[in-house]
């Protein structure tokens, strides 16, 4: 599915991105090395291969802090099992403001930290797939890859915990 990118911040916060989405903008300054995060490549390698832990169940990777709201976020997002999806306006109700629903989902156009706040798992009200990494047009390799990584997880649910 493509090269993840994997750095931390100064204050050893996770920060992951797709390599092939083009947004690399946390990796561009000096305080980040990609080489430090030896234990969450391996976390990412089981991953995919189908033999390890849901990433997003890691607690102990610690991600950006940001408003109250989007932690909130960032977090009832983490708790989404591996397998199932959501929607914007579940995320946000979970959040502890079902009012918010464009909030959430900009919270998730916001998730500096892929598969550890797994935001491919919310998806549309109405049905649809809704966006991912800031995209909602269906002919994207954003979009194609949100689908890989949901069909990804559904055949993946009895193995990866």
């Known amino acids: 599915m493509g090269t993840v990118l994997l750095g931390h911040d100064a204050h050893g916060a996770i920060h992951a991105c797709w390599e092939q989405l083009g947004d690399r903008s946390q990796f561009q300054r000096e305080e980040y090395d ?6 969450t490549a391996s976390h990412l390698q089981h991953y995919f291969s189908g033999t390890g832990a849901d ?10 802090a940001t408003s109250p709201f989007y932690t909130a976020c960032w977090n009832a997002c983490r708790m ?7 929607t914007y306006a579940q995320l946000a109700r979970n959040a502890g403001n079902p009012n918010a629903v464009r909030a959430a989902a900009g919270s998730m156009r916001a998730n500096p930290a892929a598969l550890l706040v797994p935001c491919h798992r919310v998806v549309a009200t109405n049905g ?3 966006g991912f990494a800031g995209t909602t047009d269906p002919a994207s390799p ?4 949100k689908i890989q990584l949901i069909e990804f997880e559904s055949v993946c649910t009895g193995q990866i915990k």
């Open 80 to 86: 989404i099992p591996i397998g199932r999806t959501i």
């Open 142 to 145: 954003a979009i194609k890859l």
């Open 55 to 64: 990433p997003a169940g890691c607690t102990e990777y610690p991600i950006p």
């Open 128 to 130: 649809g797939i809704g």
């Open 34 to 39: 990609p080489r430090c995060c030896p234990q």
